[in-house]
């Protein structure tokens, strides 16, 4: 008999997933599995726990949560040599990745989709001994985002990004780097960099519009030094897929990403703090097997 082992936060989001307990431990028993559950503690709990799913042979591994849910739980299986499918419930705030999938938002509509859906290889990024499934980066800009205090996070999702981060605005500073992009180079002072794995990031659908999630590449996007009402404009043009072709911006494809400066740069990863720079970004093609919704998917290019 398969076995499956759902990893939720009990705390995060609304407390769904927690509430849909009995129906989603059901539904998987229905269709098949023997299916028990962890709730998490704390800070790594959902990474140890999936780790030690992997040794245990699970078939299965479900992370239940919000982002950071899904990334501490990609970082327990990305190491292990068996890696269980992994299936996503969105139980958090923001749901980002969730969202980049085409999972719904309600628990009862997601769980049918661990049972009904199809398998999908995806690629994971890699940076120094971290993981990332959905996006990572560094600059005064992304560093806005540890800046929103939880409660009002919850309260209002993710327009509490946005009203603090415009507010932080004209304290934003560039910053001096070289980015090493599978053999080319840029070399100058940037506002921010972002290495996305995913077509869709933090509300913006269209932020890396070419990225794929099993194409093998990271789409990198690099605002350069300007000014503020640069910035203004840069991110309204991003919320329609038009910022890739302004002056400011370069955007393009690479496997593997090699990043340096002087200054201090704290790394983000899926949203959380993933360490300092320098470090090199790895892409590992399809590393990890999915349940995705079983449609056409935009963030998958089609193999066949
Ligand atoms: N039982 C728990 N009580 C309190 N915090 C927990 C518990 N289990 C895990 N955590 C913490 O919750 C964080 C992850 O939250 P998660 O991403 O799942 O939800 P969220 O913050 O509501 O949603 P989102 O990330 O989508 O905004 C981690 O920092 C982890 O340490």
Redesign the pocket.
Known sequence: MKKARLIY?????REQIKKHLPYILETLEEAGYEASAH????????KHAAALACERGFDLIIAA?????IH?VVNGMSEQENRPVLGVLP??????FARALHIPKSIEEATKILVNGREQTVDIGKVGSKYFINIAGAGSLTELTYEVP?RL??MMGQVAYYVKGFEKLPRIKPTQVTIEYDGKWFEGEIMLFLVSNTNSVGGFEKLAPDAYLNDGMFDLLIVKKTNLADVVRITSAALRGDHINDDKVIYVQASRIKVRSEDDMQLNLD??FGGSLPDEFVNLHNHINMIVPNKKLSCFQELY
């Not at 709730?39 to 959902?46: L, P, R, V, Y």
């Open positions: 936060n009990p705390s995060s989001g709730a998490t503690t704390g800070q790594d709990s959902a949560g919000g982002d950071g849910t501490e139980g958090g705030t923001t749901n980002d939880s996070k919850t949203g959380e």
